[in-house]
């Protein structure tokens, strides 16, 4: 096996992984949220630790995949035999990310003011949101650096680009 294959599937493996470590997060926050929500004004800063945790997390994570994608990219892995399954739990995680989001303005708008913490926890959101839509986007751009082109399907030149459109809109 070569080292190239074995970096491939190291890196899938270590995102599969990564994935199932920002869900378990995203329900550790889920119930930081609750807890922010009945206790902020008796336990501010048990809610504040908390907070805190959460957006450390996140940040920590935003940080993993913008390396990931950094090495797929440098190292041109070919993602290919796990893309699928791949993007789906992207796609998955991408949607618990945007329910967490959710969570926590809903849980701003409770609050009445602003809570540094909570507005660290929202940034980072956004950020660790951000890193894994990159993510995704250079599997996406792997994929077609290592697909086959299908003959007649190849345009280097705008001219040559034009023809490939006119020849596409003729075939439909």
Not at 83 to 109: N, V
């Amino acid at each position: 096996m070569s080292a190239a294959v074995l970096e491939a599937a190291s890196v899938m493996q270590l995102t599969g992984r990564h994935i199932e470590k920002v869900n378990k997060d995203l329900r550790v926050s889920a119930r930081g949220g609750w807890l922010a929500r009945a206790f902020s004004q008796v336990f501010g800063a048990l809610v504040t630790g908390i907070l805190n945790k959460d957006a450390l997390r996140m940040e920590d994570s935003a940080i993993w995949f913008k390396g990931a994608a950094r090495f797929a990219l440098e190292a041109n892995l070919d993602p290919r035999d796990e893309l699928a399954a791949m993007l789906l739990e992207i796609e998955k995680l991408k949607a618990s990310m945007q329910r967490s989001r959710a969570q926590g303005m809903e849980l701003r708008g409770h609050i009445g003011s602003s809570l540094p913490a909570l507005d660290r926890v929202l940034a980072a959101q956004a950020d660790l949101f951000e890193a894994v839509e990159a993510f995704r986007w250079t599997l996406l751009e792997l994929q077609a650096n290592h697909s086959t082109i299908s003959e007649g399907y190849a345009a280097t030149t705008p001219d040559g680009l034009d023809a490939l459109f006119d020849r596409m809109a003729q075939e439909q």
